[in-house]
């Protein structure tokens, strides 16, 4: 049974850093890109951050570029988010994602999903 667990979130101040985890389980994390997504109560679920399978190659939605950094360790079976320079409107739930693709910034390229964690961003 393929896992995806997300840890980490919680509520920090505008200008804090987050990090993300995600532990995957029951899938050979080698053999999966990546990503991280979020949806903020009454939207779309977004693309946030996807990293390739032997996590070369990154690739970042434009407001989060330059604050987020999307990380792997294939060995622990982990992916991360680290989130610098947190804005209120990156308040979300955030989830990660894992794709059969190379790297993906579709939501509908991912294969497996965690169940999210809150992030919560105050002013």
């Known amino acids: 049974q393929v896992q995806l667990v997300e840890s980490g979130g919680g509520l920090v101040q505008a200008g804090g850093s987050v990090r993300l985890s995600c532990a995957v389980s029951?899938?050979?994390?080698?053999?999966?890109?990546m990503g991280w997504f979020r949806q903020a109560s009454g939207k779309a679920r977004e693309f946030v951050a996807a990293i390739s399978r032997n996590g070369e190659s990154t690739t970042y939605q434009g407001s989060v570029s330059g604050r987020f950094t999307i990380s792997r360790d294939n060995a622990e079976n982990t992916v991360y988010l680290q989130m610098n320079s947190l804005k209120p409107e990156d308040t979300a739930v955030f989830y990660c994602?894992?794709?059969?693709?190379?790297?993906?910034?579709?939501?509908?390229?991912?294969?497996?999903w965690g169940q999210g964690t809150q992030v919560t961003v105050s002013s």
């Open positions: 994602a894992a794709s059969s693709r190379l790297i993906a910034k579709s939501r509908y390229d991912y294969d497996y």
């Open positions: 029951g899938l050979t994390l080698r053999s999966y890109s």
